[in-house]
């Protein structure tokens, strides 16, 4: 994509982003089947592929920034590539239980393009930057608006536990966030997900 355009694509993308417009981001596709109480879904999801990098948590701007530099050409090949929604942060990979506590540490992932992952995604040139390959899975997730607060994530974080050990649902690994908008959206307009791996039936 030509640098001018590219640039002026991402002006818009985060001035419409600014209200909850979140229709020009590719997302992984995924087909809700079940839904539980609290608004709890469980999603199906494709395999897909993506970039990720260490955290220390959602606000994490080193790690976006590490992310947002291979997008925007910090690969073998230079391409600059769409940004997608979601952004997903998580955490270590342990058991999911009540209460949950989390540190925060863990990965930040974008997703890519499925376009690119067709073609074969550039490698990164940066250090700590990795391509994974995210086999099917089954996700547990839990939307809410509003700031994206450690407050927020953690009480999201136990309804979610509590549906699901309601329900009999076993996990596996730690919770993790969604994020569909930039931290500058109105915060009523925002897209969050509180989400969890399922353990193989």
């Known amino acids: 994509?030509?640098?001018v355009l590219y640039v002026l694509v991402t002006l818009v993308e985060s001035v419409l982003g600014i209200f909850g417009v979140r229709a020009l981001y590719e997302q992984p596709a995924y087909t809700v089947v079940e839904r539980l109480d609290r608004g709890v879904e469980i999603r199906s999801y494709a395999p897909r592929l993506a970039v990720e990098t260490d955290s220390r948590?959602?606000?994490d701007g080193e790690a976006f920034g590490r992310l947002f530099r291979y997008i925007t050409g910090a690969n073998r090949g230079g391409d600059r590539i769409a940004m997608t929604a979601p952004v997903e942060t998580g955490?270590?990979?342990?058991?999911?239980?009540?209460?949950?506590?989390?540190?925060?540490?863990?990965t930040m992932r974008f997703f890519l393009?499925?376009?690119?992952?067709?073609a074969g995604?550039?490698?990164?040139t940066e250090p700590g930057i990795r391509l994974v390959e995210i086999p099917a899975?089954?996700?547990a997730a839990l939307r809410f608006s509003g700031r994206l607060t450690p407050e927020a994530r953690a009480a999201q974080a136990?309804?979610?536990a509590d549906v699901l050990a309601a329900a009999g649902r076993r996990t596996e690994g730690a919770p993790f966030v969604m994020g569909y908008d930039p931290p500058f959206a109105i915060p009523f307009l925002r897209r969050n997900e509180v989400a969890v791996r399922l353990a193989s039936p």
């Open 113 to 118: 393009p499925r376009a690119v992952a067709a």
């Open 137 to 139: 899975e089954r996700i």
């Open 158 to 160: 136990r309804i979610l």
């Open 91 to 106: 955490g270590r990979r342990i058991a999911m239980t009540v209460p949950v506590e989390q540190d925060g540490a863990g």
């Open 57 to 59: 948590g959602q606000g």
């Open 1 to 3: 994509m030509d640098r």
């Open 121 to 124: 995604a550039p490698a990164p």
